[in-house]
């Protein structure tokens, strides 16, 4: 089985542009989730989707948004991008929320100059 | 409030040591479940093992073990006769079945095997 794919693994971008990041999920699973990793923060939960409904968000602002399709890929959105936003975007899916395990992509690293 | 402690932010070793990562968590809820994640250099987060609240029994697969007591809150992972491969960043998460349902990790342990 494919594992979880991420697009652009790469992506520079200037303050105050928009990005858009993507996640395939592995193959039947129906639960993706989003984090953000960087050296002083550690790995935060951005937000989880299961069954294109969002089940949980963490404490992001606004700009951060994401959706689910019907076929379990999923994208996030960050708006209005600051400096701070430079990190490791990772995303996770599962067979389903909270007992399974999560299965993470390699991420996308994103810098914003 | 759920919290993970990993309070060994880096931990080196010689090839063939034993080395011992801890883990300690906060929750009120019964019902959650345990995880440990590896990050090797190239970032992507591989998972190891998952463990629910009510299974107290430890593991072992190969060379690794993990050690569950829910006395103390911790749960413990063991590499027995390390390798340089073994080298890596090692995270420890809780998830509740309650409330949040937030996947929690700890600030993670940096492991190096030296040869």
């Known amino acids: 089985k494919a594992g979880v794919t991420q697009t652009p693994r790469y992506l520079i971008k200037t303050r105050g542009q928009q990005v858009t990041l993507s996640c395939s999920p592995i193959?039947?699973?129906?639960?993706v989730s989003w984090y953000q990793q960087t050296p002083g923060q550690g790995l935060q939960f951005l937000f989880e989707?299961?069954?294109?409904?969002?089940?949980n968000k963490g404490n992001f602002p606004g700009r951060f948004s994401g959706r689910q399709f019907s076929n379990s890929r999923s994208e996030m959105n960050v708006s209005t991008l600051e400096l701070g936003d430079s990190a490791l975007y990772l995303c996770?899916?599962?067979?389903?929320?909270?007992?399974?395990?999560?299965?993470f992509g390699p991420g996308t690293r994103l810098t914003v100059t | 409030a759920q919290k993970v402690t990993q309070a060994q932010t880096e931990i080196s070793v010689v090839e063939k040591e034993d080395v011992t990562l801890d883990c300690v968590y906060e929750?009120?809820?019964?019902?959650?479940?345990l995880f440990w994640y590896k990050q090797p250099p190239s970032g992507e987060l591989v998972f190891l093992i998952r463990r629910n609240s009510f299974d107290e029994q430890n593991e072992i697969s190969g060379r690794y073990s993990w050690n569950f007591q829910k006395s103390t809150s911790s749960f413990n992972f063991t590499i027995t006769a390390s390798q340089v491969v073994d080298s890596a960043v090692y995270f420890c998460?809780?998830?509740?079945?309650?409330?949040?349902?937030?996947?929690?990790f700890g600030q993670g342990t940096r492991l190096t095997i030296n040869p």
């Open positions: 998460a809780l998830r509740s079945i309650q409330g949040a349902q937030k996947l929690v």
């Open positions: 996770a899916s599962s067979l389903g929320p909270v007992e399974y395990e999560q299965y």
């Open positions: 929750t009120r809820d019964t019902t959650y479940y």
């Open positions: 989707y299961f069954s294109e409904t969002q089940r």
């Open positions: 193959s039947g699973h129906r639960s």
